[in-house]
């Protein structure tokens, strides 16, 4: 359960609106590390709660350079096994997402 392509452009799209030219920009967002399991998609909470919603690196860095955002760094918080190690019971979530501060110029 991915966003859509459309989805994603009209959000960094009103992010690049907003930032206006020259002026740096961050986020912090989560990020997908590798595929879920079926169990992991399945489950709609998941969704909701930022794990199966969450966007490939490279994914948002061809997103970013298509927006024209220069200077794009992508870096995994330091203590990002702690913030989404208990999202999901039972699962090492840390193999499948984690944390990252989204830094960008316009």
Known sequence: MDY???ELDSAFA???YGLGCGN???ISDIIKAEEFPAE???NLDNYSSCVTGSIEQEKLLSILEELEFKKIEIERKNHSDQIVEDWISG???NNYIYSAYIRAEK
Do not use: L, T, V
């Open 4 to 6: 859509s392509r459309e």
């Open 91 to 93: 699962i090492d979530i």
């Open 14 to 16: 009103e992010a690049n």
């Open 40 to 42: 992991i998609k399945a």
């Open 24 to 26: 740096p920009g961050a």
